[in-house]
């Protein structure tokens, strides 16, 4: 990184790509009564209703408690090298985000239940009351009428620097467009190859970081935050 230029930002996707598997897809499983969740999430996948509708009627039919929700996320696996990746992108002042289709307080919860930094959460919200949990979605984008969280808003904030955004499924395919460099895996990969896009592929949080070291530099960081995501 030269002294001139701004560092680039650094933006990641919750589920599957932080995490191990989907935490809101399992959350949704788990605890719906029905099975009506899966015609929800068929018709989204195929692009018959947007992401808002179709999580506004999976969360409406959810029966569970906010503590419920945090308990059964406590076994869910967070990638052992997202604490160093925080890490090296504080070092190197690169500001890092997560943008998500999941709600902000399971994502805060579950980062805290792990001693992880918080760092800025764009995501949905959920309120609980007797009637069950209700979704709502601070970060719709009018413009756009496939995403809840359209998380390419959140990519666009960061013009003048390089735009690093890292994802694995269908939610990601808006802010991939928007952003300077991309990490895919999954669904995500597989979109992008089939428009002919530019991306990096990843398995791990571990292949991001070591790529993004060689690149801007490489920082080490203290053992106890490389030991933090681990359970």
């Given at each position: 990184?030269?002294?001139?230029?701004?560092?680039?930002?650094?933006?990641?996707?919750?589920?599957?790509?932080?995490?191990?598997g989907d935490v809101l897809?399992?959350?949704?499983?788990?605890?719906?009564?029905?099975?009506?969740?899966?015609?929800?999430?068929?018709?989204?996948?195929?692009?018959?209703?947007?992401?808002?509708?179709?999580?506004?009627?999976?969360?409406?039919?959810?029966?569970?408690?906010?503590?419920?929700?945090?308990?059964?996320?406590?076994?869910?696996?967070?990638?052992?090298?997202?604490?160093?990746?925080?890490?090296?992108?504080?070092?190197?002042?690169?500001?890092?985000?997560?943008?998500?289709?999941?709600?902000?307080?399971?994502?805060?919860?579950?980062?805290?239940?792990?001693?992880?930094?918080?760092?800025?959460?764009?995501?949905?919200?959920?309120?609980?009351?007797?009637?069950?949990?209700?979704?709502?979605?601070?970060?719709?984008d009018p413009s756009c009428?496939?995403?809840?969280?359209?998380?390419a808003q959140h990519v666009?904030?960061?013009?003048?620097?390089?735009?690093?955004?890292?994802?694995?499924?269908?939610?990601?395919?808006?802010?991939?467009?928007?952003?300077?460099?991309?990490?895919?895996?999954?669904?995500?990969?597989?979109?992008?190859?089939?428009?002919?896009?530019?991306?990096?592929?990843?398995?791990?949080?571990?292949?991001?970081?070591?790529?993004?070291?060689?690149?801007?530099?490489?920082?080490?960081?203290?053992?106890?935050?490389?030991?933090?995501?681990?359970?």
């Open positions: 990184m030269t002294a001139l230029a701004k560092p680039p930002a650094l933006l990641l996707d919750f589920d599957n790509t932080i995490t191990s897809d399992l959350v949704i499983e788990r605890y719906s009564p029905t099975d009506q969740w899966r015609r929800w999430e068929t018709a989204w996948q195929n692009g018959r209703i947007s992401t808002h509708e179709c999580l506004s009627n999976q969360i409406a039919g959810l029966r569970l408690t906010l503590e419920e929700l945090i308990r059964f996320t406590d076994d869910i696996v967070i990638d052992d090298a997202f604490g160093p990746l925080l890490s090296w992108a504080a070092e190197n002042d690169i500001e890092t985000s997560i943008v998500s289709d999941n709600f902000d307080c399971v994502i805060k919860a579950m980062l805290r239940r792990r001693g992880l930094p918080l760092v800025p959460i764009y995501a949905n919200r959920l309120t609980f009351s007797d009637d069950g949990p209700r979704a709502s979605f601070p970060f719709r009428d496939r995403c809840a969280n359209c998380k666009r904030r960061f013009a003048g620097r390089t735009r690093v955004f890292v994802g694995d499924g269908l939610s990601d395919i808006c802010p991939a467009k928007a952003a300077d460099v991309v990490f895919a895996k999954d669904s995500l990969a597989t979109y992008l190859e089939s428009i002919g896009r530019t991306y990096r592929a990843f398995r791990s949080l571990a292949d991001v970081l070591h790529t993004l070291q060689a690149k801007y530099g490489h920082v080490s960081y203290p053992a106890s935050i490389a030991q933090s995501a681990r359970r």
